[in-house]
């Protein structure tokens, strides 16, 4: 990024006015009106008077000052009529320096260098230097409000196509306009918080982090816990230790409320509040503080980069394993689900439900075939017809299963279509609810129901398996006011045939990927990061700001 002198830029780009008064006297002076005379300073811009530059400040959109002092006149809107910051200068600079509390790093804004200006204004007397001064505040803060905003509304990266499938939402806002809105209508810090996403999940993790911070350490240390099976005595030591670093216990009662620090902990953590200190408590206890409050930051600048939810929506955290139905934004109900392992992510997907399909056909995909399928028939010659696979030519003609010696086909002469037979074997289940997407993905029923009561549930090839999937499909015909209805669904089931239900209003469905999560009192649960997204961006953050 360029440095720029300045208020000695916005004189070449903007003003075009000389100054040829020499007013050298003090504040204080009866015979001045301090706020009209630094008006016309400002408006009129003299070079000579400009005697100080604001070196090593970035601006990377000069015409976003040019624009806006264009539209207001040349006025200033941040200076009292003393020459000093004026009420919302001060919020602006408390903002900017709280900028943590919504996950945005205080290195992206000069505010050091501006407190320090601001001080010289309060104890520089000159006249001519408290009119520079006060200039350059002005043009500072009028500059990092409009970047600040666009931070708060629109995020930190300047492209996201590496940590996400779904598109970004575009930037419409004008902000020189935004701003000379705000200050005409006497409402700049309450606009300026507006510019936030309107998601309550996101106002709710917000609300989370200013929390967090007050009783976090932020910590870069952090204890390297183990599983109580190799060494209890040893896994309890440690995890004393780490839940002091976080905070749950004090040295003064890590004894005797040491369960119930745990409990909570795991609780809060998405973890079982069994009080044992399991493979996933003891690598969620191992991640230091700092590390946790990146997480929020990362999923702060996640939901920026989203547009508005409909209010009527199926919306699947990955990391958490859940699937959420809203209705008109109420939640209506929740199904715990399994998603795609590390090698098989399940992807962020925008899309709308179309189709519930009762006693579905799985159609195998050819990499699944070809990796798992296969060599399973190569080891067992009865694995397909005992399994229900139908076996066909790419023509879609039917193939015998005992006619093909499987042993001689590998990847590279693999002609065949695999598809599986509705049913209880059936890796779909008996309910399937299609959103048409280039990714092949779909929510389902599984046989494979004891998945559901664990706490990592990645394990799919990329699909989403929902528990009680029946009363999910019967909730969204009813809703639906559909000619099917549950009964539907069990008499194709009985009937053991395929039966496609079209819904007459799609339901749009959101699969996002958030590791942190907070309620409407701001209280955050952390989850794992199953697909080590969230380091990624980590890194990607940080290379911005520095």
Not at 146 to 167: A, C, E, R, W
Not at 348 to 354: G, K, N, P, T
Request: glycine residues 4%; positive net charge.
């Amino acid at each position: 990024m360029k440095k720029i002198y300045l208020l000695i830029s916005i004189i070449i780009t903007v003003f075009s006015c000389a100054d040829n008064t020499n007013k050298t006297g003090t504040i204080g002076s009866a015979s001045i009106d301090y706020k009209a005379d630094f008006y016309q300073y400002f408006s009129s811009n003299h070079n000579s008077k400009i005697t100080t530059p604001i070196d090593d400040i970035a601006l990377d959109s000069v015409q976003w000052v040019q624009n806006f002092y264009k539209s207001i006149n040349y006025s200033t809107i941040w200076i009292n009529d003393s020459i000093q910051l004026n009420k919302n200068g001060k919020r602006l600079l408390q903002q900017l320096y709280n900028a943590k509390n919504y996950g945005l790093d205080t290195r992206l804004y000069p505010i050091n260098k501006i407190r320090t200006l601001n001080q010289q204004l309060d104890t520089i007397s000159i006249i001519d230097d408290r009119y520079i001064i006060a200039s350059q505040i002005d043009v500072l803060l009028s500059y990092f409000y409009m970047l600040h905003g666009k931070h708060l509304n629109y995020g930190i990266l300047d492209s996201i196509q590496t940590h996400s499938l779904v598109p970004r939402k575009q930037f419409k806002i004008n902000l020189p306009k935004y701003l000379k809105q705000a200050y005409e209508s006497d409402s700049i810090m309450d606009k300026l918080y507006d510019l936030q996403p309107k998601h309550q999940e996101y106002h709710n993790l917000q609300k989370g982090m200013e929390s967090f911070l007050k009783k976090a350490s932020l910590s870069t240390e952090n204890i390297n816990v183990i599983n109580f099976r190799e060494d209890s005595l040893k896994s309890v030591a440690l995890a004393k230790e780490a839940l002091i670093l976080h905070q749950y216990l004090s040295e003064e009662d890590k004894d005797s409320l040491y369960t119930n620090a745990l409990e909570k902990f795991q609780m809060e953590h998405g973890l079982k509040t069994d009080g044992l200190i399991g493979n996933n408590t003891a690598k969620a206890l191992s991640i230091s503080p700092y590390e946790y409050y990146q997480r929020i930051v990362v999923s702060l600048e996640r939901w920026r980069w989203k547009e508005p939810f409909n209010g009527t929506r199926i919306y699947v955290n990955i990391p958490s394993y859940e699937l959420e139905l809203f209705k008109n934004n109420s939640l209506v109900k929740k199904h715990t689900v399994v998603v795609g392992s590390f090698k098989n992510q399940t992807p962020e997907i925008v899309d709308s439900l179309a189709y519930v399909i009762a006693y579905p056909y799985w159609n195998v995909p050819k990499k699944i075939s070809v990796k798992e399928i296969l060599l399973k028939a190569q080891k067992d010659s009865t694995y397909l017809m005992r399994n229900n696979y139908e076996v066909m030519t790419k023509k879609r003609e039917a193939v015998e299963p005992d006619s093909v010696n499987w042993s001689t086909v590998n990847s590279k002469n693999f002609n065949f279509l695999f598809r599986q037979r509705g049913g209880g074997k059936n890796a779909l289940g008996y309910v399937k609810f299609i959103f048409p997407n280039k990714h092949a993905i779909y929510l389902h029923d599984t046989p494979s129901k004891s998945f559901f009561s664990r706490e990592r549930r990645a394990y799919s090839h990329g699909c989403v398996r929902v528990q009680d999937a029946l009363h999910l499909a019967e909730y969204l015909l009813d809703d639906d006011q559909n000619k099917y209805n549950v009964d539907s669904v069990n008499a194709a089931i009985k009937n053991q045939k395929e039966k496609w239900m079209p819904l007459n209003s799609k339901v749009s469905i959101y699969l996002y990927y958030f590791t942190t999560a907070a309620n409407k009192s701001g209280d955050i649960t952390f989850y794992e990061d199953p697909y080590k997204l969230d380091k990624v961006l980590m890194k990607d953050l940080a290379l911005n700001i520095n």
